[in-house]
């Protein structure tokens, strides 16, 4: 007698719970593979935001509208499976993950119309956010080229190719990691087709695992583990269990939501350097221990996209499962959410004291982060009554390598900075020279006290972000080399 008790009683409170009123039934299965039980795959109706998993013996009960026509199947060795739920007790084979085949044709992302499988076809809205990202445009961005070949050998310095002939190709992993090089040179000059698409779609979504064990010395494409398909067999993994197109499979992989899906790229030793540390960064952040992975912050979920591919089968989906595809990153924004500015000035006898405190908050590494020649530049500049500049007596002054307008003015420069011997910098292939790490640290506040003398009548505190050193900008013409992120006027 207690058993139907106990099952009326679930079954209301999950109709209840599910927003089904009284409109739900059960569907009972089982889910095997070669006739043995598959346990912990989830099974749901696609777009809804409820999922059972199944047990031991591969049986689960799940509860659906009544008007609800099929439901998924996934787990992550096998292919997602879609059956239609007429009958009410279903026995579902799973159909296992094929091997890798290594000689795939990568399909490229840009929408065509004579071409069905350009995934920009479908997915419109992803296909431009990423279009315009730094992952997207990784393969052909100047700057890139430019330090990579020294602008096609114009440059004798900044030049990888020239300073590091042994090894270039190493670029290629990361910043246009499908490129074949019959040569063996991995030119990242010669990229062509879908290859000169940089981190695209096609290449982001056929892996399947992301080991750590190996990192720094092992990066890039050679970091991953790959799922590509015999061509014609069309087969993307991502985060969705649910996902359902016909004529295509996907593969439910959890790691797509984890930071170290990101970690092979971001993270790298090359040439015996450190130059790439976000990922061990990431480690030991706050950030971190709050759970936050790197998608929490650069893929956030759209604003108002419910659906990945309106008109072209997809479901209508919680926005909140979705994410954007642009990668917000060192942009103005992002930098002013994360950098606390507090600057307040003590008139004395001698002169004005300028108190200044740095933190970097709501941010998952160390400020800046990415390429080693970011960095920040704390200035502060004090004028006279009379309007010529006031002279710094106590804190330290900015270098020569801080460029010109800023060299001599008080302030302080954050970043990683690898210098020669006449303290200019050097890029991070040349291995000689000394290294210093002045950064911020997530949730560690810098401090420093300024002091100027004589009649001090306003003082500017200021702080940029740069890309790159001046220097290297403006021997190659760059624009848009810095930006500020906070000015504050004090009398
Ligand atoms: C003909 C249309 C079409 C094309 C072309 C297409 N897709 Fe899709 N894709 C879909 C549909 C439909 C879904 C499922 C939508 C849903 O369930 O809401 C989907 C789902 C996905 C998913 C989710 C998988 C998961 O389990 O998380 C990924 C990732 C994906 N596509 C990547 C790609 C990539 C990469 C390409 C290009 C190589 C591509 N798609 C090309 C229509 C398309
Ligand atoms: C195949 C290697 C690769 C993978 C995988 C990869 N990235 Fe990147 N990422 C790059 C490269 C290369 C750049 C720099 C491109 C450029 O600036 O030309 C970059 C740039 C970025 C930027 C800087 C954007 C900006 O405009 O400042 C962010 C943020 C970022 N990636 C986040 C991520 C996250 C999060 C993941 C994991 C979900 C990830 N990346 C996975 C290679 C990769
Ligand atoms: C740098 C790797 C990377 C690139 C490039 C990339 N994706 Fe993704 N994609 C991801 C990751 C990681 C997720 C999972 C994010 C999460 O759920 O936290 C994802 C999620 C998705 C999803 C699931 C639904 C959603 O909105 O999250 C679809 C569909 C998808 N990507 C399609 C595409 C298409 C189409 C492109 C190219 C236009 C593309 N992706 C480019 C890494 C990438
Ligand atoms: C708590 C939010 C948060 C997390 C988690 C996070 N980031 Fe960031 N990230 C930011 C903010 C804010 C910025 C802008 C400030 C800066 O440039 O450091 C940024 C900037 C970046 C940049 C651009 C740096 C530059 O100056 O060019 C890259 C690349 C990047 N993050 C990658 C990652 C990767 C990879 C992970 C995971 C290992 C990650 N982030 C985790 C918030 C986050
Ligand atoms: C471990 C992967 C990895 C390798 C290997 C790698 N890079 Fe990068 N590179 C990145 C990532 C990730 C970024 C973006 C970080 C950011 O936005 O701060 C980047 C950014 C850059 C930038 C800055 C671009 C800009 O627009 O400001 C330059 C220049 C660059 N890399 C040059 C090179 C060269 C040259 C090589 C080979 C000697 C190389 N990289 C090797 C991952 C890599």
């Not at 439901?71 to 292919?79: C, E, M």
């Not at 970091?223 to 969705?240: A, Q, V």
């Not at 920040?376 to 004028?383: G, K, M, P, R, S």
Request: some cysteine; hydrophobic content about 35%; charged content about 25%.
């Amino acid at each position: 007698m207690k058993r139907p008790f106990g099952i009326a009683i679930f079954g209301v409170c999950c109709l209840v719970h599910a927003g089904l009123g009284e409109s739900g039934r059960f569907v009972i299965g089982r889910v095997l593979h070669d006739d043995r039980p598959i346990a912990g795959a989830r099974v749901r109706v696609p777009g809804t935001p409820h999922y059972v998993a199944t047990d031991e013996k591969g049986m689960f009960r799940s509860l659906v509208a009544k008007d609800a026509k099929a439901i998924n199947v996934a787990h992550p060795r096998f292919r997602i499976t879609t059956v239609g739920i007429a009958e009410k007790r279903l026995d579902i084979r799973l159909e296992p993950l094929p091997k890798d085949y290594d000689d795939y044709a990568w399909i490229d992302p840009s929408p065509h119309g004579q071409d069905a499988q350009r995934c920009g076809n479908c997915h419109g809205d992803l296909h431009a956010e990423w279009a315009r990202s730094a992952h997207g445009n990784s393969a052909k961005n100047p700057r890139f080229l430019s330090l990579f070949s020294g602008d096609n050998g114009k440059h004798k310095t900044w030049n990888a190719q020239a300073e590091h002939p042994l090894g270039v190709g190493v670029c290629a992993g990361c910043h246009v990691p499908t490129l074949a090089s019959l040569d063996l040179s991995y030119d990242v000059r010669k990229a062509e087709g879908v290859d000169a698409k940089g981190v695209h779609c096609d290449f982001c979504h056929k892996i399947v695992e992301a080991p750590t064990d190996k990192l720094g010395t092992r990066f890039g494409r050679d970091g991953y583990e790959f799922i590509r398909p015999k061509t014609g067999d069309l087969l993307s993994f991502g985060p969705l269990d649910d996902a359902v197109r016909s004529g295509e499979s996907f593969g439910y992989a959890p790691v797509y939501r984890e930071t170290r899906y990101c970690a092979s790229c971001h993270e790298g030793v090359v040439f015996g350097v450190h130059a790439y540390g976000t990922y061990s960064e990431w480690l030991a952040s706050p950030a971190k221990r709050e759970g936050k992975q790197c998608q929490t912050c650069h893929m956030p979920a759209p604003k108002d996209r419910t659906n990945i591919a309106p008109g072209k089968g997809g479901v209508e989906r919680d926005a909140s499962t979705l994410t954007r595809h642009d990668f917000p990153g060192a942009a103005p924004e992002m930098l002013r959410g994360c950098v606390k500015l507090e600057a307040a000035s003590n008139r004395t006898k001698e002169g004005v004291d300028v108190n200044v405190e740095l933190r970097a908050e709501n941010v998952g590494h160390r400020v800046p982060t990415g390429f080693v020649d970011r960095h920040l530049v704390l200035a502060i500049d004090a004028a006279n009554s009379d309007g010529s500049p006031a002279r710094v007596v106590a804190g330290d002054v900015l270098p020569s390598r801080a460029g010109k307008g800023f060299a001599g003015n008080a302030g302080y420069l954050f970043g990683k900075q690898h210098l020669s011997d006449a303290k200019a910098p050097l890029p991070f292939w040349v291995l000689e020279g000394e290294y210093h790490d002045t950064r911020l640290t997530p949730g560690v506040t810098w401090k420093q006290s300024f002091r100027f003398d004589g009649e001090v009548s306003e003082i500017r505190v200021r702080v940029l972000y740069r890309r790159l050193w001046p220097a290297v900008a403006e021997s190659r013409g760059f624009e848009g080399n810095e930006f500020v992120i906070h000015t504050r006027t004090l009398r």
